[in-house]
């Protein structure tokens, strides 16, 4: 699909399929001269109450000429409206369109009472391209109609098309970049490997003059004295890797260091999983495929913050040589961790590379992890659980997070559950005394490991799909991407 966006006159178009949004509550400029060149059947449905401009419903009209196809699609009402809502409008749209064959579509740009045209074009294209995203490489048929050619953005105000074209090329470039995440993590293990996650970031640094990119090696990782991260992949025969990613932004202060949980595959080690849905554990690297994400996002829009990404890859696999419950190991950190439970692995993992992260002297860290079913389990599948130990950047990522539409909650680092955690035989112990509240647990467990500002996002609700949502299909969502680049845009340096 080829994306542009211009300024030209309503009476010039030429398209399979033109989009127009309507709120219900006021007539928009679009609508009304879009309404007298179809003789008035958009007042006519209005009048009639069948069409009214809810939100998530849609309606095609069939017309001739240039346009044969108009979709009206609704916002809801002006008074709520927000990105979130028009990214909303889009998958509707398309859902509908994409069961007809055609080569290309429009989507006007209206202007919207308290939404900048930037993030209007912005949240327009997010929408079209999130909602088109497939997963098609292992189809050998191709049953799904083909996706049009070109999509087009038309503003029919030439003195705004400027901000607009702004928020359109910022859509598209996020657009695909959480598709590419997405990719990632709909990969399966037997291709999305450590190596192969190695590779992508190496990829990155080549296509990316900004970014820089370190592979450290299993005999790297020994000598960084990462016992946690060799422990989880002891079992496995994939090499681990460890990504150091190096994004450098305008500024000469402090990065910010990200943290992915890349499990290419949870088996659960010897603490064995069982097999129903096991299969989704592939996505357990959806931290990794962040963290590159935000990296490239960072790049390709030019971000102000000096960025360092850093993803300890590994599969966690059972075999005779794999860690056991009981065995204790040396972190990086120096501190001795039971493990109790070969399937807390991500907190393992994470120990080692949020350790490494000190080196960097961060102004902060967040750290990206499918890290608990507990999480789940509290927060369903809509929700990020943060926990922090600074509430200094909370309000921006709230803020962030209405934008965006990637909901946030907060969750606590309850001091009296520390008790949970602490060994007989070591310092620490991977699983909880008290199995409740794992994912406190597990964010208490983490925070053994960090001396800085820190941001925890449990992302294992959010980052996968079991049901169909609005531009988030089936799978891997790419979800905490969007959030972060508007969270970091944001920062002041
Ligand atoms: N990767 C899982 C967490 C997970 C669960 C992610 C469901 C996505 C969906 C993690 O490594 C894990 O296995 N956690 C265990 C921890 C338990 C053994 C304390 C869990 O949550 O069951
Ligand atoms: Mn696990
Ligand atoms: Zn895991």
Do not use: C
């Amino acid at each position: 699909m080829k994306f542009s966006i211009s300024s030209k006159p309503l009476a010039s178009l030429k398209t399979d399929a033109l989009i127009m949004p309507l709120l219900p509550d006021k007539i928009l400029a679009e609508e009304k001269e879009l309404d007298r060149l179809l003789n008035r059947q958009i007042s006519k449905l209005r009048q009639s109450k069948d069409f009214t401009g809810e939100p998530n419903k849609a309606r095609i009209l069939f017309s001739s000429g240039n346009l044969p196809r108009i979709i009206l699609v609704g916002l809801g009402p002006s008074a709520g409206l927000n990105s979130e809502k028009l990214r909303e409008a889009m998958s509707t749209a398309t859902t509908e369109l994409k069961k007809l064959p055609l080569r290309t579509m429009t989507a006007l740009v209206p202007k919207l009472p308290g939404i900048s045209p930037a993030a209007v074009t912005q949240a327009l294209t997010e929408g079209v391209l999130l909602s088109h995203y497939e997963f098609p490489y292992y189809k050998t048929a191709k049953n799904n109609p083909p996706k049009p050619d070109s999509v087009e953005f038309v503003s029919l105000r030439k003195a705004e098309l400027r901000l607009a074209t702004v928020g359109f090329e910022t859509g598209l470039k996020l657009g695909q970049i959480v598709n590419a995440v997405r990719d990632l993590g709909n990969q399966p293990a037997n291709i999305a490997t450590p190596t192969h996650l190695a590779n992508y970031a190496e990829g990155l640094a080549r296509t990316h003059k900004n970014i820089k990119v370190k592979i450290l090696h299993k005999a790297d990782i020994k000598k960084e004295n990462m016992g946690a991260i060799l422990a989880v992949s002891q079992g496995s025969d994939e090499e681990p890797k460890f990504i150091v990613l190096e994004y450098r932004g305008k500024t000469t202060g402090a990065p910010v260091v990200l943290v992915g949980k890349g499990i290419t595959f949870d088996s659960g080690g010897i603490s064995i999983k069982p097999g129903e849905k096991m299969e989704e554990m592939k996505y357990d690297m959806a931290g990794a495929a962040t963290v590159m994400g935000v990296i490239q996002a960072a790049s390709e829009l030019k971000l102000l913050q000096n960025l360092v990404g850093l993803i300890p890859a590994t599969e966690n696999l059972p075999s005779g040589k794999a860690a056991k419950p009981g065995d204790i190991i040396r972190s990086r950190s120096g501190k001795t961790i039971e493990i109790i439970n070969t399937d807390a692995e991500g907190r393992l993992v994470l120990s080692d590379a949020l350790d490494y992260a000190k080196k960097y002297k961060p102004r902060l860290v967040i750290d990206f992890a499918t890290l608990t079913g507990s999480i789940v389990v509290a927060l369903g599948d809509e929700l990020t659980g943060v926990f922090t130990n600074t509430k200094r950047f909370l309000d921006n990522l709230e803020a962030a997070a209405k934008l965006t539409g990637e909901k946030i909650w907060p969750m606590p680092l309850e001091k009296s559950y520390q008790q949970f955690i602490k060994s007989d035989f070591a310092d620490l112990r991977n699983l909880g005394t008290v199995r409740y509240g794992d994912s406190i647990n597990a964010a208490l467990f983490l925070e053994h490991f960090v001396d800085y500002p820190w941001i925890h996002l449990d992302i294992a609700g959010v980052a996968w799909a079991t049901r169909e949502k609005p531009y988030r299909p089936k799978g891997a969502t790419g979800t905490g991407l969007r959030l972060i680049v508007e969270f970091l845009k944001n920062l002041k340096s």
